[in-house]
Structure formats: C-alpha cells, structure tokens
C-alpha cells in the first residue's frame, strides 16, 4: 500500500494529520548506503518515499574533458566507472574516430568486444558481489569478488593493467593479443561456468534469499520504459533492448543475443545478471575463434613511425606518433552509445575543430537508473531497501560523473 | 564432592563458594571467555574457508590467527568510550553491564557438569528461561537511552524477534519437562543418563525448535535482523563504543553460550558417557562448543530473512510443531513412566 505524496517534504508529511512518518538518513557514513545518502520516510516499517541525494562523488569529469586534449581524455572519463573502464572509454572513442574519420582494424574491433566482455563479468561479479552482501549474504560477497580476480587477471594479461587499462585508443587498440591469451582464457571459462552452478546453489536457489527477492521491487514492463532504466534492470523487465544489438565494435558479426527476464522483480535482476555472464564468455570464445588477422592500429597512425622503433610492433605493442597527442578533429556533433555492465551510456560530443573538445556530455547508466529508487521500495519495508539497491546494481561515482 | 572438600579446606559455606565459582568460573564467564575467544575465531577462519579466504592470520601467525581477538580485544579496552551528549547517561551506560550480568545470573542454575552447577532447585528449568528473558528489555532499555532512529529501530525488532522466539523456546522447554515430569535440570540429566538416551533421540522436534529459537534469539545469521547492519548499522547497539561495545557483542555469544549449555544439558544428555567431575565437565563443555559452531556455521550459507517472514514462520509453521512437540512428550511420557 502507497501513500501517494505529491512534492511533499518529510518534515511537512510529519505534521500531517493521520500520518506518522518518520525521516531516516541512510548513508553517507552508514554500511550499506555506498557514496550518497538516501533519505527514507517510513510509515512504521513500510517505505512511503524515497529521496536519493546523489552528487558526493562529483568530479566534475565533463568540465574537465573540455580542457584536456582527445587522447587524454580517455584515462579521465574511465575514472567515472573504474571496475568496466573499457565499457566506459569504448562509445567515447569511436565518437572521436567518427570525428576524425578513422575506422579502427577488424582486429582491433575484436579485441575491444573481448576486454569490453570481460570488463562486464568482472563489473557483473561486482554487483552481485554487493547483492549478497546487501542481503548479508557474506558468501556471496567473499566468492563474487575472489572470481571477478580471473577476469582481472584476463583483463591484466591483454592490456598490463587490472583496472584502469586505456586499451581502446583511437584508430585501434595499444596491444595485440598476447600469447598463451586463448589458453588462459579456456581455463577461465571453465572456472567461471562451474561457479555459476554453485553461486545458483548458494545465492540464487537459497530459499532465504529467495524469499528476500521474490516479488520485491517490482518494475513492470511500461514502467520500465517509461522511467528509462537501463541495462539489466531494463531486460529483467521484459524488454529486448541491448545497446549491443546497434552493432558497434564486433558485436554485428557474434550474433548477439540478450538474456531477456519476465516480471521484473530484484530475483529476476540477479538472474539477469548471472545469465549475463554465462552469454559474455560465449561472446568471448567466438569472438577469439573468429579473431581476424591483421594490423590492430589504422595504418594512418602507424605509418609515420620511424623504422627504428618498428619492432615494438612485431611485439605486440603500439608506439604512437608524437602527433597523436594533439589531434584536430573536424567540427561536428556525435552521439554514440554503448552498452556497460550497468547498463546503456550515451556520449554526445561536440567538436570546434579543435585539439579538445567543446563540450562532452555524458548520460551514464546509474544516473539513469538513479530514478527506480524514488519508485521501487514504496510499500515496501524497510528490510527490503537493501535488497532493492543490490539488485539494482547502482554505482554513485558512476552516477554523479 | 570436590568443591565440598574445597569448601572445607578454605573454610567458607558451599553454597557460597558454588554460587561464586559458577557464574564466574565454570561454567560461568571465565569459561565463557574462552569459548567467545574460540568461537568467533572459529567464526571467522570457518566462514573463510567456505569463502576462498584465510581469515585472521598476523596475529600469533603459527597458531593461525587465534589472537586476533585478543589483539582486538586489548586495542579495544584502550579505546576512549564516547558517550554522545543526546543519550540519557545512566541507562546507556549502565544496561550493557546489566545484561552482561544477568547472563551471568543464568550461568549459575545451569550444570556445566555432574554438581558443578551455582544452585539447584525444583524449578531450576525456569530460571535461565526467565532471566534471559529479561535481556530484550535491558536491550530495549538501550535503544531508547541511544536517542537514535536506528537503535529505536533496533530495540523495536528485538521486542518483536523476542515475542516470536521465547514462545518457540518456552514450548520446547515445556515439552522437555512433560516429557521427564520434572523442572529440575539436574534430574532431566540424571534421568537421561539412567535411561541411556538422551533427549533429542525421544523428542527431535523439541530440540530441533530449541535450536531455532536460540538463533533467533541471539541474533545469528539467518535470523540476525536486530543488528541489521545494511539496514540500521548495529540495531540497539549503534551509539556504543569501546567496552560498551565489546559488552553488546559479546552479549548475543554470551547468550548462544547459555542456551547451549542448557540444549546440551536437556537433549544431548549433559555429561552423558561420563560420571566424575572432571570428564563430566569437559564432555559437557565440548558438546556446548559444537552445537555453538553448528550455530555459528551457518553464517557462510544464508542471507537474512526479512521480519515478517521470521515472524510468519515462527508462528505459523514452529509454534504448530511445538504443540506436536508436546503431544510426543505426552505419548513418551505415559508410555515410559513405570
């Protein structure tokens, strides 16, 4: 039952006659409320309004990207989402490709979808990691995290960095596939598909957690749409929408298909988020069966790069021209789209044909799917807040940029 | 027996020396602080097996971290104690003390051996059941002094957990004193040993619903919703510090402490295979320890259920089996009374 509370203030519910509702600060300083606060009006122990005050992580990373030449703005704008930094970077970069009228190899496009793919398990496992813990589930917790080490590990081996990787730069990527990659990678898959079994055993066929997350926050199919979430919380909600089915880096060529929930509750989003991983290891082995061979920078780059430092190349490595620092861009306005682990983020690039840009404005998926919060726990207790927010998979520094 | 003789030798009255030695000693809060330094490493080198982990490991690294806690617990009584200036002084300091001590109370009427127990009476079942039912309302005494909406909250789920859980325990007492025809702890054992069956073996659903109920009532994960931590950061305990603090926590083991001592001594047949004080004593002891690992074991599998669901369980589903509970008590009761 809701208690409908058109543009009220908690203090002024209170006065209300026939109401007895009561402020609750959860966050920033509380362990379970991540880097923001939520202020919760209860009504006894049911949820009537939910008001999430975002904004502490603010880094100002759109002011900043305009006073930062192209290229350095990639290791800026993956500070916003560190755990999925090739999800994050990748619609950037193919903007200022777009921009600069530079199509990346058929190999670098591979090799993107392969750390991009890896980046949304490591950055699913972390989600679900904080799923479990937010229903206390301390198992979940400890195994989601000592797992998302494989695909850290994975993402360490192609690029020389766990986290903050910089791998998609313009016209390609920095390294080729290193060897012994395909092998390490098969190992992995198996690892990861047998824990799959077991976190379906411990965390999601738990009848306690089950009866956490059965039929609680449910978003149903309009609303979801009409809200504009984004990502898994979209797709456990019954709708076929993946930024991956645009067709951008190798996506086209693998045969993408989503994993579709039906009712939408935070079960069904955990779910989602499992199944999710299972298809992004699929999406890994082909793409690495079906690797093109070939260059992984636009000859446009490589070729003035004088003959001494070449055998960098045959490596593996990319030794850029000192040029590429200062690229010019045609003037222009792009928008481009990609689909992260938390959902679909959109940049929109605006260029005065300068070295930096004018303007980059960036929608991220949390700050999209900040709204469910104001919508989802009303009616429920206050017990079932924690296990709303884990299913969704909220990341603030992600929403406040 | 020996605290006869050792009464003699120092000249003291027995019933003094036992109702000191009891809640003190054994099996009373020296014992206890052996088991919490045991049980909540145990706790946590256990769940990090389950989780991939090593758990404690700097402190004393060739005993495998066992002095975590005591490291923990050194640091911690040199922490200040901050006491906010929102809270009503008196009770906030003075309730976790008062619930350590009634604990301390319970530990006296129950056996950790044969004779070794503070005092005995005919209706000796009762007393931990009543003191221990005294500590939600020292822990609701807490919340309200905390002047916080999180322990407000805390206290208000303590009263809510407790309701649900001491009519379960209650009942399972019950059934276990029909069963036997008497209140008096020390004969339940006696009887148990003569008959050479201990108690879970004729009532399982008494002990089964005993068990469950002493999770809930102290706080053990999945029923651990007074400390809520995602929820309301400590529950009641939110605003304490220090040793105020190490007191709470060690409240909820201390607690698990005494019902366990109490489900060995009525279903496991307390010093069952032995007789002298001793062996008696150990045997009563290594029994209360792994029934508190069982307990503390399944913190690596479950989550937390919500309240209402507790609430509906124990009412709908455990209390029913209660009543079932002392029909078998009833039937083994005719049945096996000469």
């Given amino acids: 039952m809701a208690i409908k509370l058109p543009g009220m203030y908690g203090h002024e519910v209170g006065k209300q006659e026939g109401y007895r509702v009561v402020e609750l600060f959860i966050g920033p300083q509380h362990p379970a409320s ?46 916003m989402t560190i755990i999925d930094a090739c999800n994050v970077t990748l619609p950037y970069v193919e903007a200022v490709e777009r921009l600069l009228d530079v199509e990346p190899p058929p190999r670098a496009k591979y090799l993107r979808t392969i750390l991009c793919e890896i980046n949304r398990i490591a950055s699913h496992l972390y989600g679900l990691g904080l799923g479990g813990i937010f229903l206390n589930h301390s198992t979940m917790y400890m195994w989601a995290f000592g797992d998302r080490e494989v695909f850290l590990h994975l993402a360490n081996m192609l690029t020389g960095a766990r986290l903050t990787h910089t791998y998609s730069v313009f016209g390609g990527v920095r390294r080729d596939l290193p060897q012994g990659f395909k092998d390490e990678f098969a190992k992995a898959r198996r690892y990861m598909l047998k824990r799959l079994k077991e976190y379906d055993k411990i965390f999601y066929n738990n009848p306690v957690i089950r009866g956490r997350l059965e039929n609680v926050g449910i978003l149903k199919r309009e609303h979801a749409i009409s809200l504009g979430a984004t990502g898994p919380n979209l797709r456990a909600s019954g709708v076929y929408y993946d930024a991956r089915l645009t067709g951008y880096a190798a996506y086209p060529d693998l045969d993408f298909r989503p994993v ?19 298809v992004s290891l699929d999406l890994i082995e082909r793409a690495l069966k079906e690797l093109p061979e070939g260059p992984i920078m636009n000859e446009r780059f490589t070729k003035g790069i004088p003959p001494k430092v070449r055998h960098w190349f045959e490596k593996g490595f990319i030794k850029l021209p000192g040029g590429y620092v200062r690229l010019k861009t045609k003037a222009g306005e792009v928008i481009t789209r990609a689909e992260m682990g938390h959902g679909e983020i959109t940049y929109y690039l605006v260029s005065n044909g300068d070295i930096k840009p004018y303007r980059l404005r960036v929608v991220t998926p949390s700050a999209r799917n900040v709204i469910l919060f104001t919508v989802l726990p009303i009616g429920h207790t206050l017990m079932d807040f924690p296990a709303i927010y884990g299913s969704l998979d909220y990341f603030p520094p992600e929403a406040d940029r | 027996m020996v605290l006869e003789q050792l009464a003699t030798q120092i000249g003291l009255p027995e019933w003094l020396l036992r109702g000191v030695l009891a809640p003190l000693v054994y099996p009373g809060l020296g014992a206890f602080a052996a088991v919490a330094l045991f049980i909540i490493w145990a706790e946590r080198k256990i769940a990090a097996k389950v989780q991939m982990r090593v758990g404690p490991l700097y402190v004393s690294r060739h005993l495998g971290g066992a002095l975590q806690l005591l490291a923990d617990g050194i640091r911690i009584a040199f922490q200040e104690i901050i006491i906010p200036v929102t809270v009503e002084r008196k009770a906030y300091v003075a309730a976790p003390i008062f619930a350590f001590a009634i604990i301390a109370a319970s530990l006296a009427v129950i056996p950790g051996g044969p004779g070794v127990y503070g005092f005995s009476s005919s209706v000796s079942l009762l007393v931990p059941f009543a003191l221990l039912g005294l500590i939600p309302i020292v822990i609701a005494v807490m919340g309200w002094a905390s002047n916080n909406k999180f322990t407000y909250i805390g206290a208000g789920r303590e009263i809510l957990v407790t309701v649900a859980g001491e009519v379960t325990l209650l009942a399972s007492l019950l059934a276990t004193a029909m069963m ?58 939110t605003e304490y ?96 009374t000469p």
């Avoid at chain 2, 609430?311 to 589903?317: K, L, N, P, Q």
């Fill in chain 1, 260 to 278: 579709i929930g039906k009712h939408g509750d935070a079960l069904e989003r955990i779910w989602v988020r499992l199944r999710e991983i299972e």
């Fill in chain 1, 34 to 79: 991540g880097h923001m606060r939520m202020i919760l009006y209860l009504d006894g122990d049911i949820v009537v309004k939910v008001d999430p005050d975002i904004g502490y992580v603010h880094r100002t990373v759109e002011k900043l990207s305009e006073t930062r030449e192209y290229v350095r703005v990639i290791s800026l704008i993956e500070r």
């Fill in chain 2, 241 to 336: 510090t220090g040793l105020l603090f190490v007191l709470n926590m060690a409240l909820d083991y201390g607690k698990l402490y005494a019902l366990m001592l109490l489900f060995s001594d009525l279903f496991l047949g307390g010093w069952m295979p032995f007789n002298g004080v001793l062996l008696g004593s150990l045997a009563v002891f290594i029994k209360t320890l792994v029934l508190m690992l069982i307990a503390i074991f399944l913190r690596s599998v479950y989550g937390r259920m919500r309240i209402d669901q507790i609430a509906s369980m124990f009412w709908s589903r455990l209390f029913p089996l209660a009543l079932v509970s002392l029909v078998v008590s009833a039937v083994v009761h005719i049945v096996y």
């Fill in chain 2, 180 to 237: 036997y025809g008497s209140l008096d702890i020390n004969e339940i054992v006696t009887m148990q040993i003569e008959a050479g069956i201990p108690g879970i073996v004729v009532n399982p659903i008494a002990a089964f619903l005993f068990f469950v109920a002493a999770l809930l009532m102290t706080d053990r994960i999945p029923f651990d919703v007074v400390l809520g931590e995602q929820e309301i950061v400590q529950g009641p305990y």
